[in-house]
């Protein structure tokens, strides 16, 4: 079993940047892939990043490549998003997830484990 709470979010203005971070519990966090997903009132759950259990290979959506990195900390047992150069579009609840998810790094039922949700504003 795992737990996940995500924190860090808040109201930023335009090309502000904000780190979130989502603490786990249980053994074996290390195991599992690590996600970042958001949603906005009226649309899909949409994948954000993920980040392999070795963090040897990360993953972004074409959104928020190159303004957005992941990074795990095992030890820690946390994982990061941060989050550079946001703009309004970035508004969203953001949620952390965890699982073993293969290929499917992007595929939100293949995510076993999911944080509360932190919410992030980017004003213009």
């Known amino acids: 079993q795992v737990q996940l709470v995500e924190s860090g979010g808040g109201l930023v203005q335009a090309g502000g940047s904000l780190r979130l971070s989502c603490a786990a519990s249980?053994?074996?966090?290390?195991?599992?892939?690590m996600g970042w997903f958001r949603q906005t009132p009226g649309k899909e759950r949409e994948f954000v990043a993920a980040i392999r259990w070795s963090a040897a290979f990360t993953y972004y959506a074409d959104s928020v490549k190159g303004r957005f990195t992941i990074s795990r900390d095992n030890a820690k047992n946390t994982v990061y998003l941060q989050m550079n150069s946001l703009k309004p579009e970035d508004t969203a609840v953001y949620y952390c997830a965890a699982g073993s998810v293969g290929d499917s790094v992007s595929t939100q039922r293949f995510y076993k484990y999911w944080g509360q949700g932190t919410q992030v504003t980017v004003s213009s």
């Open positions: 249980g053994r074996t966090f290390s195991s599992y892939a």
